[in-house]
């Protein structure tokens, strides 16, 4: 049995520019959901807004407050990663959570397109940020969990 990582929540932010098919972003979008979350557990909000340079960009929100959805994401989540992934992750962990206890990962919209599931540090990116439970609250804390999450296997 995996370390199970406690979460508030898990919110989920991409971009769709105007170049960009919504219905293939928001495809992209499910690649990082759990077959069994139904998207009226998840609450979708779009907003629009302008780019750098005034051109029309939808910014898509989503998030999981269910905690029963919280830990099938985080635990669909773990077992999509690859094991480079994961050790990027591992490596970085410490760089990825910030002092409210937020870790952060950001995965690769064309790929997740393709159904992959790959973290990126580029641009064109989902961005995830897991809002973990730790006891105490203390960044060490959470790290920490974040750590035994990762190397965790089910």
Do not use: C
Not at 17 to 27: C, F, I, Q, R, S
Not at 73 to 87: A, C, P, Q, T, V
Not at 96 to 121: H, M, N, P
Request: aromatic share 8%; net charge negative.
């Amino acid at each position: 049995m995996g370390k199970r990582l406690q979460a508030h929540n898990v919110k989920i932010r991409t971009f769709i520019h105007a170049t960009e098919d919504p219905e293939k972003v928001l495809e992209a979008l499910e690649t990082l959901f759990p077959e069994d979350i139904s998207p009226k557990d998840v609450d979708f909000e779009v907003i629009e807004t302008e780019g750098y340079f005034g051109n029309p960009i939808l910014v898509v929100d989503a998030e999981i407050r269910h905690s029963r959805n919280v830990r099938k994401f985080l635990e669909n989540l773990r077992n999509s990663l690859s094991e480079e992934d994961r050790k990027y992750l591992l490596e970085h962990a410490e760089e990825k959570v910030d002092e409210t206890g937020t870790f952060y990962i950001r995965f690769d919209k064309q790929k997740a397109y393709l159904g992959e599931i790959k973290v990126s540090e580029g641009q064109d990116v989902i961005h995830v940020r897991i809002k973990v439970k730790a006891f105490p609250m203390r960044k060490e804390a959470v790290v920490n969990a974040v750590k035994k999450w990762l190397e965790g296997e089910e």
